[in-house]
């Protein structure tokens, strides 16, 4: 898998938007990008994933850059519970019959009251 | 809706004991992953399983061995525990084939070696 770069840690004050930014400089043309984030002490959740063109869900959106060499997860409001690591992964199209699939280092964010 | 279950959720052994993780995916998911996470580390993968065949294998000590049977089920089996074993161990499962690879995390099973 193509290797992503995100910073080590992040805070953000509780109900204002938070930019997650990820570099993926070497991504190939059929590499989606996943978001995944960890509460403490529970399993990895998925947020969102994309290709080529922004996605929206309930959780997140998700803006990829025009060269799709970097991304950035959006959190409209953050609170409390949006405290958690926050990993970007790519993966492979081709890669989804039980393939590798690496975490981390991710984004660890703190959420201010 | 129906999640992925593992059991048991917490675990104590002695060393050179051996312990059994199961792992319940989805219904109709038939890929398996299953991945360890030491204190303050990320989760690394260990091994995975498509259609009861294993599919790819990382960084899984020869002490350890899994299986996925015919009702998509998984097992990690762990012989002569160590102190370094102690972790969160959590399975993910996936409907492979599908345009999609969201893998669906499992609560981790929390073992602790003494």
């Known amino acids: 898998d193509a290797k992503t770069t995100q910073p080590n840690s992040m805070e953000s004050n509780e109900e204002e938007p938070v930019h997650l930014p990820c570099n993926h400089s070497?991504?190939?043309?059929?590499?989606?990008i996943h978001w995944y984030r960890q509460l403490p002490s529970q399993g990895p959740e998925y947020v969102i994933h994309?290709?080529?063109s922004n996605v929206n869900n309930r959780m997140a959106s998700l803006a990829i850059a025009e060269d799709r060499k970097s991304s950035t997860l959006i959190l409209h409001r953050a609170t409390l519970r949006d405290a958690a690591v926050y990993y970007c992964?790519?993966?492979?199209?081709?890669?989804?019959?039980?393939?590798?699939?690496?975490f981390g280092p991710g984004t660890r964010l703190s959420v201010l009251p | 809706a129906a999640g992925v279950i593992q059991s048991p959720r917490h675990l104590i052994k002695e060393k050179r004991e051996t312990a059994t993780l199961k792992c319940y995916p989805i219904?109709?998911?038939?890929?398996v992953y299953w991945y360890q996470q030491g204190p303050g580390q990320d989760p690394q993968f260990l091994i995975s399983?498509?259609?009861?065949?294993?599919?790819d294998k990382g960084s899984i000590p020869d002490r350890f061995s899994a299986q996925q049977f015919s009702d998509y089920h998984s097992e990690l089996n762990m012989s002569s525990l160590e102190l370094g074993d102690s972790a969160l161990y959590f399975c993910?499962?996936?409907?492979?084939?599908?345009?999609?690879?969201?893998?669906?995390f499992g609560p981790g099973t929390r073992l602790t070696v003494l």
């Open positions: 992964i790519l993966r492979d199209l081709g890669d989804n019959y039980g393939q590798n699939f690496v």
């Open positions: 070497t991504i190939s043309g059929t590499d989606y």
């Open positions: 994309g290709l080529t």
């Open positions: 219904p109709r998911h038939d890929t």
């Open positions: 399983f498509y259609e009861k065949m294993q599919s």
């Open positions: 993910a499962s996936v409907l492979a084939g599908g345009r999609e690879d969201t893998q669906y």
